[in-house]
């Protein structure tokens, strides 16, 4: 099946430091979204991306809709503690449908 | 709260029990999702609701789960004679409308524990 491949899978930063993560797949998607969970809670929605070639930001975060719609990233500027958590990329694939792919996840831990 | 609820927050049961989830959207919206996220993983669409319809259960494991939404509001997710690989965290989640791509809001989820 589709599947997406969210790298890296953990980070560990200092406060201040900029962070990059990253989702591939094989196949083409039409959407790309950007999640955060924190414990106990269900995702969160951070950035929606509906166009090849995207750039589109939420305050410290910005994000990509790759221009082969087969990628996408994620940035987070100067780093702050709250940022911990795990960060999904979900998308919706090529051909219609509600079917909503989650990667696997990025962790990131912030030292203070 | 004006957000999705989910109950019970927490389930223990034995293998071979039955366990129906509840999920309470959003007031309004019409879609409604449920996906099964698995210790470390992220989370797997199971089904699709728009109202009462369901219109994508491609992601239901198996013959032994199945979901309802009879009012277009509330659904409930139930999994027969449950197994050990069903532990994991069940996710539900609504949208306002049924649009591919709109802003899915989650519950908290439900924890499953199969002994």
């Known amino acids: 099946g589709q599947q997406l491949n969210q790298s890296p899978q953990s980070m560990f930063i200092q406060e201040g430091e900029d962070v990059s993560m990253n989702c591939t797949s094989s196949s083409i998607f039409n959407t790309w979204l950007w999640y955060k969970q924190d414990p106990g809670e269900g995702p969160v929605l951070l950035i929606a991306l509906y166009k090849a070639g995207e750039l589109t930001s939420n305050g410290r975060l910005t994000a990509q809709f790759g221009i082969t719609r087969k990628d996408s990233f994620l940035n987070i500027s100067a780093s702050i503690p709250s940022d911990v958590g795990i960060y999904f990329c979900?998308?919706?694939?090529?051909?219609?449908?509600?079917?909503?792919?989650f990667g696997a996840g990025t962790r990131l831990f912030v030292k203070a | 709260g004006a957000g999705v609820s989910q109950s019970p927050r927490y389930k223990v049961a034995k293998r071979g029990q039955d366990v129906a989830l509840r999920c309470d959207p959003i007031s309004g919206h019409v879609s409604l999702f449920w996906y099964q996220q698995a210790l470390g993983q992220g989370p797997e669409f199971l089904t699709y609701f728009q109202n009462e319809a369901q219109l994508d259960k491609s992601g239901l494991p198996s013959d032994r789960f199945f979901a309802e939404r009879p009012e277009g509001s509330v659904s409930t997710l139930k999994i027969q004679r449950t197994q050990q690989e069903d532990s994991a965290v069940y996710l539900c989640a609504s949208s306002l409308e049924a649009r591919i791509g709109d802003t899915q809001y989650f519950g908290p989820g439900t924890r499953l524990t199969v002994l």
């Open positions: 979900a998308g919706l694939p090529g051909g219609g449908g509600f079917k909503t792919i």
